[in-house]
């Protein structure tokens, strides 16, 4: 089932995009929200894709959005719109596509059509972590590495840090990738971004990573292996 939600403050206009939804297929699962302020109070990124009405009152469809690709980079956006002019700032927020209104269904199934191939082409594994009152989704395959200090987990991915607590352990159960390894006790790192061993560092996008001694003839087995399985 792909969790979906309806974000729009025309209850006539929520229904109709309800009811499209459960004409074109049986495996959304719906939820309805009144307006953007309901929608993001103690959001978590469970929703694979949001139908996002752009002129709402208190918080309009586009402020909505950027706040919500805060804490969820990955979930599919349709903005609603009455003029089609002010859907075309959707890529400010990686909006999928938009519909305007009157909502016809010929074009929502369209829209859906190029969705579900959407969906389709995802092959990406992606986790949840949380951090302090969120929680958020990222692609495992965007982390460059894990480091940890104390119990203080900052996860270094392509766009961003974030910082979560617990152990390495758990982190090494969290993304269950056999492509993660250890180059000492402070750091779970992603061969995938592994471009360099210098001397007792390993080079990770532009940081310099210590390998302990005791690490790093698995590392460079792990790291050859990887490197040798690409070609």
């Known amino acids: 089932m792909y969790q979906t939600a309806i974000v729009e403050d025309n209850e006539r206009e929520r229904e109709t995009l309800k009811a499209y939804l459960e004409r074109y297929s049986d495996l959304f699962s719906v939820s309805v929200f009144s307006s953007a302020v309901d ?27 950027k706040k919500l690709r805060e804490t969820d980079d990955k979930v599919c956006i349709i903005f609603v719109t009455n003029l089609a ?30 969705v579900m191939n959407h969906f389709a082409a995802k092959t990406e594994k992606e986790v949840l972590i949380r951090t302090e009152g969120n929680l958020v989704r990222v692609s495992v395959s965007n982390i460059c590495y894990a480091e940890i ?10 766009e961003k840090e974030i910082v979560s607590y617990g ?4 982190v090494e159960e969290l993304l269950n990738d056999p492509l993660f390894v250890r180059c000492n006790k402070c750091y779970l790192v992603n061969l995938r971004f ?22 790093r003839a698995s590392f460079e087995k792990a790291l050859a292996d990887y490197l040798c399985g690409q070609r």
């Open 39 to 65: 929608f993001l109070t103690n959001y978590v990124p469970k929703y694979d894709l949001v139908f996002m009405d752009i002129d709402m009152p208190y918080l309009d469809g586009m402020s909505a959005a």
């Open 85 to 114: 002019k002010f859907a075309i700032k959707g890529y400010e927020v990686s909006a999928f596509d938009f519909i305007v209104k009157p909502v016809a269904y010929s074009n929502f199934a369209l829209k859906m059509d190029r």
């Open 194 to 215: 592994v471009s360099a061993i210098e001397g007792s560092f390993a080079i990770v996008g532009k940081d310099k990573l210590l390998i302990s001694y005791p690490r």
């Open 149 to 158: 200090t104390n119990h203080k987990i900052v996860y270094h991915t392509v």
């Open 167 to 170: 152990t390495l352990k758990s």
